[in-house]
């Protein structure tokens, strides 16, 4: 391709919409262009880009024996009826009636659409297994759609079911799309980390994200520096000591901590430590009320409290209204003792006893309380975050906290989508089962912005090569000089020969410009020819990831390029 | 791809709910599935036919020099007030308020938002022409679809659209993308015809339909047997001789018509040729009442009509009320004499006189009428279908009339929305000057169907050879012997590495149920191994297009294959 008859329009600017390093060097490089909040158009340059990570994912899918199909983008409302999920989705699903006044939605997701059609097709377990995937624009609605690519409401995903008539089929099933994601990100040139993660709203019993590290990444990743342990800090285990025998403690007294409502507070008025103090958290989980404790020190961690409770939306804390009702105390006093909600605490409080709480009363607290002794809980369980120093819950090690992006997800669903769908198949002995299901996502246009959130630089993008809209920038600095237009000409037909993709700047624009735009696209290798070197019969070149210049003779430069290739995307972890 | 491994879910029976052979076909073949009302899944064969069409589409348009881009499903309102197709699209156009109540939609097209991108991005009449395109799923509210995917809702599209800075230049890049169709459809194995068309709804200049000729098709096309000359039925020009002198009528004269409604009736009634009556239709057009004359023996296209009239919405016929309102007559005795309408004539109607017309009165009608001295025509020109029998307007030949399904379209747009979006370029004198646009569609997927409705017979489908999920079917009838399978594997290895597309029927089924599969599938090639020719030493062949059985000997088999797979695919006029 030559730049002169191509539409990459790059911006000298950062526009002042974008947040992030990737949504700003996607709008400079050219790349995209915002169509309204959370919609974006593809230029050229960031199709090719996106098209680059799908054409990778589907020849893994493939590899792995899934097949591929293509969804519909609108979806009628009574099959999410059916799931349960139409009431409980949310204001992120899109809906409307159409002409008809049907109800329908824009699909965020389909596993309603996937189950029903192999539930009308699939009636043997000979037919089985099947895992049929797509890669197409889902839609989603979020209310503060935000980081260009990174949180859009109309993305590209790739996303993948599968049918299996046992558990260890779908186990099978699942850890072939586990292998398939590793060598999809290892592929794309992705420093990437697998991590257990809990499998939220989708519902299911086991699941695993991918995760691309960038110091930007909204998610923490605990991870074991000595093991393969590695999970998201949602699901993150925080390992507890057996409870021993508890000393006893004096009776529970009630003092006055006029003003003291943070634990910070109370331990500093009582001139304790924070770990000294019980921190209960009240939260409303679907319309009810329930008491959560954990530690001073420690942070609750909502998505274990959830997940204890089988909440089926997402929990929230109480109003100070709703703290006053359920406590009779305003917010900072509450405690466990007397209190009659549902009462949950951390594992870890469960080893010792002399604990300071709240009173549930204004401006005081209590001392010497014994959960076990003084108050009703329902369950000591794991309800704290894993903190900085905790240990590895496999080995002991000390866990490492990184951040990541998740741009891939695999879940074992099990039953919840046949059961609700009534997906079944006839079983050897002729008994009507029920399917077994997983799905697999992948974030295609997220993995665009995570690559650029993981690799780039004060210049710009710096792309690995197989994202990389084209591999190779071949920079002409001369284009109204024949001799360097004649060899530039025998540059790019010889690498697009060998299937590389080029991008010939043959611009009248001056050499700083050409740099500039070569550098923030990020192509990952840059040739330059033209002024002394082409005088000298040499080819400059550039490896954009660590910005190191070189050159390669003129005289048998395909040979000496190719060999020269290798060497950078060696440095990329590539084969 | 292994059948045994593959999902291709083929039907006996054909569904109650396909009307026309390529949706029963689709369906039956196992290519895709309704998810509902127009709304389609495509399995692994169908999706396979809808990207080798997309495939080479892309490869033309790339040719052509386009420019590959990928635009948003989900559009908003302002853009289409801006260019005032919002009140004016109607209910095709799916609408619906996002969580934050803003009005958007879902595009069926794209001219706003490609207008939009290119009148932020260009500047200067140097970066101009460019010609932007994408393959992308469109929605389009169908009040009645049907069809399968000759007419759905959620439907998949090649639009492109260019952008000149002067006429020469858009009429350059229109006829690039007329030559750029006519390689694709030549490519895909069609049979086709490009013709003139009426622009229609999208406004514009001038167009060409490209049309796949098949018996079936909704469209009519004019063609000339002698001469270049086609176009579709709505836009062919009716010849018309030019008039000489009209003799003089005896004055016009009322006369009593009792029950005579229709142009038959009064003819028979009077005993002349329906060709001396003239028909007086009444129309609404933009809410306002006109009336179009054309012979008795001639139909009017309404199309004509309306561009005449310049109207924005479709004209309707009035209703029985309307006409007693405008004429004081039942409907049947409408005529031009005495009525306070505009009224339009086909140019056919200045030729002659002594008319008979209807009289404005119930059952009464007029005789001797001199249109141009008894009524008040505001002008007499080409408002008639072409009928058989009439001669091509370029060289006078008699016309032929078949069959077509219009697959793609391009239109001469002008500035209809660089205007109404203030697209907008300096040119070289520095002076501001609208862009000039084109733009381009193909239907993606309604080429796949319109291929089915060109291509089978009693056994199923007959695919092109470029369209075909797979170009050979290759099957081993004997899957559990050792022989037959090493020597099915050794083909398809050959076969795959060569580039062909093979599908190996490796089922443990009987023989019926494999040649039933692959006929009804279409697949242009099928191979068959096993059984006596494996012991004669030769695999057995077949061209689907004629049904032609032949043989080919396993020794030296992949030279002679490629040799008859050439003529198989000359047969379909391919290189």
Not at 184 to 212: C, N, P, Q, Y
Not at 219 to 228: E, N, Q, S, Y
Not at 339 to 347: F, N, S
Not at 470 to 491: C, R, Y
Request: with cysteine; hydrophobic share 45%.
């Amino acid at each position: 391709m030559r730049l002169s008859r191509y539409y990459a329009p790059t911006l000298k600017e950062t526009p002042a919409e974008a947040e992030v390093i990737s949504h700003q060097l996607l709008l400079r490089a050219g790349m995209i262009r915002k169509l309204t909040a959370g919609i974006y158009t593809y230029l050229p340059l960031g199709l090719r880009a996106l098209n680059n990570v799908a054409n990778i994912v589907r020849e893994e899918m493939d590899r792995a024996g899934a097949l591929e199909i293509l969804m519909p983008a609108v979806q009628p409302a009574d099959l999410w009826k059916e799931s349960g999920r139409w009431d409980f989705y949310g204001r992120e699903l899109l809906r409307f009636v159409d002409r008809h006044d049907r109800e329908s939605c824009l699909g965020p997701t389909h596993e309603e659409v996937v189950t029903d059609l192999v539930r009308h097709e699939i009636r043997s377990y000979r037919q089985l297994p099947v895992n049929l995937y797509q890669i197409q624009t889902k839609f989603r609605d979020e209310i503060r759609p935000r980081f260009g690519l990174m949180r859009g409401r109309e993305f590209v995903m790739k996303d993948a079911y599968s049918f299996d008539k046992d558990d260890a089929g779908a186990d099978a099933s699942y850890w072939a799309m586990y292998e398939a994601y590793a060598r999809i990100f290892t592929r794309l040139g992705l420093k990437f980390r697998a991590v257990s993660a809990d499998s939220g709203a989708i519902g299911g019993s086991f699941s695993h994200e991918f995760m691309v590290l960038a110091d930007t990444g909204e998610d923490t990743i605990v991870a074991c520096p000595d093991c393969d342990y590695g999970a998201n800090l949602e699901k993150a285990e925080a390992v507890c000591p057996s409870a021993g025998a508890i000393p006893a403690c004096p009776p529970a007294e009630q003092i006055a901590t006029p003003g003291s409502h943070t634990v910070e507070e109370v331990a500093a008025f009582l001139k304790v430590a924070p770990a000294a103090v019980v921190k209960t958290l009240l939260y409303i989980a679907d319309g009810k009320p329930v008491a959560a404790l954990v530690r001073g020190d420690r942070e609750l961690n909502e998505i274990k409290l959830k997940n204890l409770l089988a909440a089926k939306e997402d929990l929230r804390l109480a109003t100070p209204e709703e703290v006053v009702a359920a406590t009779g105390a305003p917010v900072g006093f509450a405690g466990p003792v007397g209190l009659t909600l549902p009462i949950y605490a951390d594992r870890e409080l469960a080893l010792a006893s002399d604990w300071i709480v709240g009173a549930n009363a204004a401006d005081a607290h209590m001392l010497h309380v014994d959960l076990g002794r003084d108050a009703t809980i329902v369950s000591f369980t794991d309800l704290r975050e894993v903190a900085p120093g905790d240990p590895c819950p496999k080995c002991g090690a000390t866990l490492t906290f990184t951040k990541g992006i998740e741009v891939g997800h695999v879940f074992k669903l099990g039953l919840k989508y046949s059961e609700a769908l009534n997906a079944t198949f006839l079983d050897e002995a002729g008994k009507e089962q029920f399917m077994i299901m997983g799905c697999y996502g992948i974030g295609v246009s997220r993995i665009v912005a995570s690559c650029i959130e993981q690799n780039n630089d004060a210049s710009g993008i710096v792309f690995p090569p197989p994202i990389a809209p084209f591999e190779v920038a071949l920079i002409n600095l001369s284009p109204k000089d024949e001799i360097a237009t004649a060899k530039a000409d025998e540059i790019y037909a010889a690498l697009t020969k060998a299937g590389i993709q080029v991008l010939l700047d043959d611009r009248d624009e001056r050499p700083g410009v050409k740099f500039k735009d070569a550098d923030l696209i990020g192509f990952p290798i840059q040739l330059t020819l033209g002024g002394k070197g082409l005088a000298r019969g040499i080819v400059e070149t550039k490896d954009r990831r660590i910005s190191l210049k070189g050159e390669l003779p003129l005289d048998g430069f395909f040979e000496a390029f190719m060999t020269w290739r290798d060497t950078v995307r060696q440095g990329w972890g590539l084969e």
